[in-house]
């Protein structure tokens, strides 16, 4: 019997928008212990699924679909509604412009925040340290605050960090969609040199062909539900089907 690195049992995810405007300090006071002018949204309904440690499972759907919302309850960087589960075995790190990366923090201090983060010891993130900044092509920017990073240079420090520090887990999303090809093709090389060291990969991509060509499984969302969960190419076959026009 496989060994699961993902459960999630009737998972769901609403959020609260405040529509009313508010100019005043008062204002926002009384607003905040007053959810009369609030409306409700829900970005995930639901959702039960599986996934295999080491395996490559795909999550597709167009925007607004809810699905950087239910990789970010799978990593957790969300907390899903009361009475869903999500049972998570071995470390993880989700990819995503940097998220869960502080931003007033230098390189340098993220890479030791985020190893520690990852289960490392200091010892450890020290002898990774010059190969993590090397591959994110990072050498002039280690003690720059990364608010100044563009969109590429967060990406390339988030992904070194997790392929070099060892998540067991790693979140993708979208994660190919920024940089130059240079590093994409690095990226890439690396990335299936870890899905045969049998590390499990959630990847969100609108890259239909990446998803056909590195995941078996994939669930299919539609406004925030399973429409399907199953094979990536039937998948990818039901929603090129469903957007054709």
């Known amino acids: 019997m496989s060994e699961k690195a993902l459960i999630l049992k009737n998972v769901s995810k ?39 440690r080491g395996e490559n499972f795909g999550v597709i759907g167009r925007n607004g679909s809810g699905k950087s919302t239910l990789v970010k309850l799978m990593s957790g960087a969300f907390v899903p509604d009361m009475g869903g589960e999500i049972q998570k075995n071995g470390t993880s790190m989700l990819l995503n412009l940097g998220v869960g990366m502080s931003h007033e923090l230098t390189a340098r201090q993220n890479v030791y925040v985020s190893g520690s983060a990852l289960g490392l ?40 960090i997790a392929t070099n520090a060892g998540a067991d887990i790693m979140f993708l999303d979208e994660v190919f969609a920024v940089g130059d090809a240079k590093f994409k093709k690095k990226a890439i090389d690396v990335m299936e040199k870890s899905w045969i060291d049998g590390r499990t990969i959630i990847m969100v991509s609108h890259s239909l062909t990446n998803i056909s060509k590195y995941c078996k499984r994939a669930v299919y969302l539609k406004k925030g539900k399973v429409a399907y969960l199953g094979d990536a190419k039937e998948a990818i076959k039901l929603y090129n089907e469903d957007n054709a026009n």
């Open 14 to 52: 609403t959020f609260y928008i405040n529509d009313k405007k508010v100019d005043t300090f008062k204002e926002r006071l009384f607003n905040s212990m007053s959810n009369r002018n609030s409306r409700s949204f829900k970005a995930v309904e639901n959702i039960s699924l599986e996934i295999e």
């Open 121 to 160: 010891k200091i010892k450890e993130i020290e002898q990774l340290f010059d190969k993590i900044i090397e591959f994110a092509e990072l050498e002039d920017f280690v003690d720059s605050k990364v608010k100044y990073f563009s969109s590429g240079m967060i990406q390339r420090l988030s992904f070194a």
